[in-house]
């Protein structure tokens, strides 16, 4: 969520482009809103009730409503903007959320399935921890969802990288009928970006000014969005092929040539001069308020109460473990000497395990990918009594994102499947990536990762498609890189065995990172060599994940605490149960328990023994 915008608004920007658009809509909050957007969920069935909260709590998210596919019907002109500018929507936001807390924790209990008691807490638990984040004097809030940001605008977080892969991916363009809510909300980003300017100047103002090695990322990758914009906005509209669409399209390069680039011109500018007061310090100690800060993150991230000196030491501790997995396998394949770390670094430099350079690698990551694909699709129904068939595209990252990018990511698609799931890799250089690691990669990002996880999500009720766990998101999909495993992806290619278990070590490394980073005072330096020196981590990779974890705090502590706590979970069913104990019925209750924080996993896995022991 942006949470300011300029005083600016979309009816000036036309006005001052020469009224580019046919369509003049007010902001979503503005409108006079009908149905379950505008009702209090007192006197509503149990699932209407919630349906409620997800259209009130979308109607200050409209772009978010595009990308599930429910703005639709009576919600259609939520089409054409990104919401309610300024303070006023950011006040808006919060004492909805507050209204819907009250609503839902005071909201009839008895007699409700579990589907929908889990539904009312996952609602109290998510808009609870975002007030609390909004609370803070500074940062982006991400209102149940992960990317929970203390500078606005920096290497891989602002409008200038989620607005052009919003228009080129999610923003509907198939018929004449989409031009429109297109061209209203392409001319809404100039007053986007000029927000985001306002909030960068104020956290300035407070003394909060990101890391050099930060703001010098984000200076050259601001650089070159400059210089890609006018395909990143108008391109979409020349590609589409729709009537009219080529007429839009230089409207468009209009809006771009007199808004959009000003725009991100000026905030180019107020980001080279915060480099001059800026420091080296990677952590959120340095900044005010910063182990506040942190903690809170820490909190959201994790979903559970843990400090960050709990989840250092955990974090030593399940390395240690991996580790030991690992050495008797290197050994057999003929790495004896050293730690796991260098022998690793060893396996990495063997041309047997390598991509080619350039783009014939890239093609041969695609093929890899298909294959493993193929593979595992055919695998899901020994791991599931329920099976969904998503519909999923691998695309590469845009060239813009790949320098700050990691080294891939995915997620499922659109509720209604009008947008695929999309595995996005970055190919900014194929040797990010090894022929030993990459199928774990793909069972991560995709299936029975975070694609086919979304899918099942998409179809519980909208509250639950909307709001989303880091560590169950991220800890489920470690789960499946185990799934895969079990199910004998490895069996036939021992050194593949050794990717899955460096992938659950990187995790556990970056539980010792994070905090470390944010907590202990490390520098981004220790941070890097920690990967390479004890995982045996490809430094090219770690370089961008480190700076990741120092604009993106508690993000990273997601995901092996989630994967701990539902592989915990499991042996709780399996001793509790013994015989009665079956690997794919509790793969498919925790499934279908949907994303959720991990006590309310703890809850379902009960039920799910409960239902077993009859």
């Known amino acids: 969520m942006r949470e300011r915008f300029a005083d600016f608004t979309r009816r000036q920007t036309l006005a001052g482009l020469g009224g580019v658009s046919t369509l003049a809509l007010l902001p979503a909050c503005a409108r006079g809103q009908a149905g379950l957007a505008n009702a209090p969920i007192a006197a509503l069935e149990p699932d209407a009730a919630l349906d409620s909260i997800a259209y009130r709590m979308l109607a200050h998210e409209p772009g978010r409503a595009t990308g599930l596919g429910v703005d639709t019907g009576e919600y259609a002109a939520w089409r054409s903007t990104f919401g309610t500018p300024g303070e006023e929507g950011r006040s808006d936001y919060a004492s909805t959320l507050k209204e819907l807390v009250a609503e839902a924790g005071a909201y009839p209990k008895d007699g409700l399935t579990s589907d929908q008691q889990i539904g009312f807490e996952v609602v109290e ?24 940001a203390p500078y606005v605008v920096i290497q891989n977080v602002g409008g200038y990288i989620d607005l052009p892969r919003f228009f080129g991916s999610s923003q509907p363009l198939k018929t004449a009928e989409d031009i429109g809510p297109y061209m209203d909300r392409l001319a809404e980003v100039p007053a986007i970006l000029d927000g985001e300017l306002d909030r960068i100047r104020s956290a300035h103002g407070m003394g909060v000014v990101p890391p050099s090695f930060l703001l010098d990322k984000a200076i050259a990758q601001m650089e070159a969005s400059l210089g890609q914009a006018k395909d990143g906005y108008a391109g979409p509209l020349s590609a589409s092929g729709i009537s009219g ?4 399209a230089t409207q468009a390069e209009r809006i771009v040539a007199g808004g959009i680039v000003p725009a991100l011109e000026r905030q180019l500018a107020e980001l080279k001069r915060q480099r001059v007061d800026a420091k080296d310090n990677a952590g959120m100690w340095a900044q005010p308020m910063g182990e506040e800060y942190y903690a809170w993150a820490v909190r959201a991230s994790t979903t ?3 400090t960050p000196d709990e989840i250092h030491r955990q974090g030593l501790a399940e390395l240690e473990e991996l580790h030991g997995r690992m050495d008797p396998i290197l050994r057999e394949i003929g790495y004896t000497n050293g730690s796991v770390g260098e022998r690793m670094q060893a396996l990495s430099r063997d041309p047997r395990y390598q991509f080619s350079e350039g783009d014939p690698g890239r ?5 890899f990918i298909d294959e493993r694909l193929e593979w595992i699709k055919a695998q899901m129904p020994r791991a599931f009594n329920r099976l969904v068939d998503p519909p999923l595209e691998v695309r590469r990252l845009p060239l813009a994102e790949e320098p700050g990018a990691p080294g891939a990511y995915g997620g499922a698609g659109s509720k209604d499947g009008s947008i695929p799931g999309r595995f996005w890799i970055n190919l900014r250089t194929t040797d990010l990536h090894r022929k030993y690691d990459l199928a774990d990669l793909t069972f991560h990002e995709s299936i029975p990762g975070h694609v086919w996880e979304g899918e099942f999500s998409n179809r519980l009720p909208l509250i639950r498609s909307i709001l989303a766990f880091n560590a169950f998101s991220e800890g489920w999909a470690l789960y499946a890189e185990q799934l895969a495993d079990e199910l004998g992806a490895y069996d036939e290619f021992k050194v593949g065995r050794l990717g899955y278990l460096q992938s659950l070590a990187f995790r556990a490394c970056r539980l010792v990172v994070d905090t470390g980073l944010h907590s202990k005072r490390w520098t981004r330096e ?3 060599q920690f990967f390479v020196e004890r995982n045996g981590s490809k430094a090219e990779e770690v370089a961008s994940e480190v700076d990741r974890y120092c604009s993106w705090p508690g993000q990273a502590c997601g995901y092996k605490i989630g994967h701990s706590e539902i592989v915990r979970q499991r042996a709780r069913a399996q001793a509790e149960l013994g015989g009665a104990y079956d690997f794919k019925a509790f793969n498919t209750a925790v499934i279908l328990g949907g994303n959720a924080p991990l006590n309310v996993v ?3 896995v009960s039920r799910y023994i409960a239902n077993a022991k009859g």
Do not use: C
């Open 125 to 148: 638990t998510a808009f609870t921890r975002a007030l609390e984040g909004m609370a803070m004097p500074y940062g982006d809030v991400a209102v149940g969802s992960w990317r929970n």
């Open 245 to 248: 669409a080529d007429r839009a």
């Open 304 to 306: 559970t109460t843990l």
């Open 363 to 367: 093609k041969e990551i695609f093929a």
């Open 526 to 528: 220790q941070g890097r």
């Open 602 to 604: 703890e809850h379902t």
